[in-house]
């Protein structure tokens, strides 16, 4: 119970030194006060650990960080006086123009999304079975590797401007894939 | 400390974070917000039939001779037949088989069927958006991946990530307002919504993952991987006709004395080869259950080795527990409500965001906020529907659906649509809870029952006060 209520009290001093100093209120200890503030917060983990060991210390650490910071971010909110828009006009939704603005893009996904899924499959197969490990350990590595290569390969291929460019390099990176891994 | 962004990836990542967002929000909004329900989905099934009284204390020859009467009224099994055994978050004992399953009495016959199609409808909306099974667990797994993207794109936009680390302005300008609240829940519920990502990512994709792997590191072989990660057939010597579950509790007491059991499944039911696998929980890891088994005599046999295994058995079975955040108990379950609501926020300000800086107000508006505000009140409009005995949830939730976006788009004023469906989610969600205890007489035999009830009133209570916040809100600025 102590090392909960200490881990929770050292979170919550590491965000408060944070917020303090992200307010202007420390700046005699400018220097000092983001790495003691993040040291706080990296040292409460060890504090859950020792009551309920690694792996749930980990979990609670990162909920209680985020609740935590969530809190102290709502709790100083700025409320200003309502800002009235101007009112903005009722078009009808002329067809053509969002064809032409969203067909390209909506084209590229279409193509370039089940592609990086493709390429992010072929690619973790074939890079993560090299590693000296039991089997069991690199498939867990791909299961969880997978996806975050997926969603990175999504963000580059709908960030490029040049839009032949990444179902191009996809192309040629799964067939450098696939031929590692069947040729 | 300094984090910089070049302004041109910056502006190309924030178009990448838009098209990806666009693409996947409607689909997005509807798995966060079933999701945030699906994390209390044992305790939804509980409010379903509250009459069954809940227990934690069984006697496994009980339970035995509630499986024999089983066996007694079904000549073949197709799929698996499982025993749930009462634990203190579902304290109910139930026996499943053939698509059907059954309340087990303290006499140890099979009582009331298990019947929860509202809970159903929330987890099969969040699992697999009511699509064909296959083909829609694949499609959430997607979304799973497009979070990750949306998660690396949001950051590489996010220039200011740190300088305005806890900036949230709330009325004034609507769209600060707006980007603040989509900014400051994303950036520090950032692993949170990452971890969501890659452990929901996992129930469509490490089928196709595993072909793969099962190519290249089994010979394409994929019972040998599925031996090795899920555990093979056991060696179970033949059964001679006695079985005996109470010799199975106590062997598996004397293997694990601290583990608690779960579920019984019973393998080849019936037949002359059948074996039973226990799933037990260890309370210090993640895992849904290591899995204990024996022949139907009640002989321990082996145990799968999730508990105790490779690392990589270890992850791979951990995925559930935190998907759901069925761990650590009724304050984590909070928390996870609380940061899956977040996500859904995310969701609405997100596209909000780009509907305000399109200065214009078209249809897309009427359907978004149809999707929003029209979605509670489908939902328990069609709980109140299926109840009176006629309809199914699912149906009757996307006619309603259906309903409201044409009203929407007729209406063609989404500020007084968002309104009239804010007041109108508030009533039916009362009116929900309401009915819901009226049906079982003012009086439910299951706790769990009237807290969830509660829970209800107190969203409704939210919506309501959201309701007449909105009437404060400048017309032009509700949009």
């Known amino acids: 119970m102590v090392g909960i209520l200490a881990a929770l009290l050292l979170t919550s001093v590491g965000l408060g030194i944070l917020l303090a100093g992200w307010r202007g209120q420390l700046r005699r200890v400018q220097q000092w006060y983001k790495p003691v503030g993040w040291a706080c917060i990296a040292l409460s983990p060890w504090l859950w650990h020792t009551a309920y060991g690694w792996r749930f210390a980990l979990a609670y650490w990162v909920l209680t960080v985020i609740c935590c910071a969530l809190l102290m971010t709502y709790l100083q909110r700025d409320i200003r006086p309502a800002i009235s828009l101007k009112p903005r006009p009722r078009v009808a939704v002329p067809a053509a123009p969002i064809v032409r603005a969203t067909g390209k893009h909506l084209l590229s996904a279409i193509v370039v999304l089940p592609l990086a899924g493709m390429v992010s499959m072929l690619s973790t197969v074939a890079v993560t079975r090299h590693l000296p490990w039991a089997s069991v350990n690199i498939i867990a590595l791909g299961v969880y590797l997978m996806p975050l290569w997926w969603g990175a390969l999504a963000y580059w291929a709908m960030a490029d401007t040049k839009r032949w460019r990444p179902p191009a390099c996809l192309a040629m990176l799964g067939a450098v894939c696939y031929s590692l891994l069947y040729l | ?479």
């Open chain 2, 1 to 479: 400390m300094t984090f910089s962004v070049s302004k041109a990836a910056s502006k190309q990542a924030m178009g990448s974070h838009s098209w990806l967002g666009l693409l996947v929000a409607v689909f997005m909004y509807w798995v966060c917000l079933s999701g945030t329900l699906a994390v209390l989905a044992p305790d939804l099934t509980r409010w379903e039939q509250p009459q069954i009284a809940p227990g934690v204390s069984y006697d496994p020859a009980t339970l035995q001779k509630a499986y024999e009467q089983l066996l007694s009224e079904h000549d073949s099994f197709t799929g698996l037949v499982t025993m749930r055994l009462p634990t203190p978050d579902v304290p109910k004992a139930y026996l499943s088989a053939n698509g059907q399953a059954w309340f087990i009495t303290e006499q140890g016959t099979l009582g009331t069927p298990k019947s929860h199609p509202v809970t159903d409808f929330i987890a099969e909306l969040h699992a697999e958006l009511h699509l064909p099974h296959s083909i829609g667990e694949l499609v959430v797994s997607v979304l799973g991946v497009m979070l990750t993207g949306l998660i690396i794109s949001g950051i590489v936009a996010h220039r200011r990530i740190l300088k305005d680390a806890f900036r949230l302005r709330r009325q004034g300008n609507p769209v600060q307002s707006d980007a603040d609240l989509h900014n400051r829940l994303s950036v520090w519920g950032l692993p949170f919504y990452l971890m969501i990502a890659l452990t929901g990512a996992y129930f469509g994709l490490a089928g196709p993952l595993n072909k793969y792997y099962a190519e290249v590191l089994y010979e394409g072989d994929q019972m040998a991987l599925f031996a090795d990660v899920y555990g093979g057939v056991p060696a179970a010597p033949a059964y001679n006709g006695k079985l005996d579950l109470p010799e199975a509790f106590r062997q598996l007491h004397q293997q694990a004395p601290s583990a608690q059991p779960l579920f019984i499944t019973f393998e080849k039911a019936g037949q002359d080869d059948q074996y039973l696998l226990m799933g037990a929980r260890h309370h210090d890891k993640f895992i849904y259950s290591e899995q204990y088994r024996f022949d139907a005599m009640g002989n321990y046999l082996d145990k799968v080795g999730f508990a105790g295994g490779e690392p990589g058995q270890e992850a791979i079975f951990s995925v559930y527990r935190l998907h759901f955040g069925h761990f650590g108990g009724p304050l984590v379950l909070l928390v996870y409500i609380g940061l899956g609501f977040a996500l859904t926020v995310i969701t609405i300000s997100g596209i909000n965001l780009w509907l305000r800086k399109r200065h214009q107000t078209d249809v897309v508006n009427d359907y978004w906020v149809a999707v929003v505000w029209g979605t509670p009140v489908a939902f328990a409009c069609a709980a109140l529907l299926h109840w009176t005995g006629f309809v199914a949830v699912t149906g009757a939730f996307w006619a309603m659906l259906a309903l409201l976006a044409v009203y929407s788009a007729i209406k063609r004023n989404p500020a007084q649509v968002r309104r009239q469906l804010v007041a109108a989610s508030a009533l039916t969600i009362l009116l929900m809870a309401a009915v819901h205890w009226l049906r079982f007489d003012l009086a439910y035999t299951d706790p769990m029952a009237g807290f969830i009830n509660v829970g209800w009133v107190v969203i409704a209570l939210l919506l309501g006060g959201y309701w007449r916040s909105l009437a404060t809100v400048p017309v032009a600025n509700r949009g």
